[in-house]
């Protein structure tokens, strides 16, 4: 069973409008968790990495938080713009093996005009 | 320093024919990471380097699949006897060795055994 699970599968949004994808997780002992926008047939581009201590973190328009406790984590993206379509990916890292990312099947995001 | 490269971009090979692919990472960065990532899903780990030593190795890399690292700098990793199943996005990533540091990604082989 795959220890990184996403949700939803897919979604559509009209541009402009905001959206929040899921992320939940059973890696323990945890050590980070990443989200990661990958467009279509090339690598993932970082976009956060927040630790146990953080909540939340912003890069431009996306925000992600996390709550350790209930291992769990969001992705909220503002203001959707049609570069947003991408597929987005939660990675998550043991501390005992940091090394090796866990990921899950992401979520893939349509944005249209 | 442009950032994680990957070649061949794109590798047709007939079923049966051996494959191999490079990855130069991020130049100061001394870990490597290999992940395989098929339609649909998200890429799954294959196996990682610091520096030279390979320290972890996924039940997924079969016997068919070896990769090294030298001397610490760039990487490969080879597919001997391909199958129809090894068609896959084969992905390279590099980071430094302090944990919570970014992992760069390249833009990935793109594998089809036929």
Excluded at chain 1, 3 to 10: A, M, N, R, Y
Excluded at chain 1, 67 to 76: E, F, P, R, V, Y
Aim: charged fraction near 20%; proline fraction near 4%.
């Amino acid at each position: 069973k795959n220890q990184v699970e996403q949700s939803p599968q897919s979604l559509i949004i009209l541009e402009g409008k905001n959206c929040t994808l899921q992320c939940n997780y059973t890696v323990s002992p945890f050590s980070n968790l990443r989200w990661y926008k990958q467009d279509t047939g090339r690598g993932p581009v970082s976009l956060t990495i927040m630790t146990f201590s953080e909540n939340t973190k912003s890069n431009g328009r996306y925000t992600a938080t996390l709550d350790a406790d209930t291992k769990q984590s969001s992705l909220h993206i503002t203001a959707s713009q049609l570069s947003d379509s991408a597929s987005y990916i939660c990675v998550v890292s043991a501390a005992d093996s940091w090394g090796k990312f866990q990921f899950g099947a992401g979520t893939q995001v349509v944005v249209t005009p | 320093d442009t950032g994680v490269s990957q070649d061949p971009r794109h590798k047709i090979t007939k079923r049966g024919q051996n494959v191999t692919f490079r990855c130069d990472p991020i130049s100061e960065h001394n870990r490597l990471y290999w992940y395989r990532q098929t339609l649909g899903q998200g890429p799954e780990f294959l196996t990682y380097f610091q520096n030279e030593a390979q320290l972890e190795k996924s039940r997924l890399l079969s016997d068919r699949f070896s990769a090294e690292r030298p001397k610490g700098s760039f990487s490969t990793l080879e597919i001997q006897r391909t199958e129809q199943g090894d068609s896959a996005m084969y992905l390279c990533a590099s980071s430094t060795q302090t944990e919570n540091t970014e992992a760069f990604f390249g833009q990935g082989t793109r594998l089809t055994v036929v």
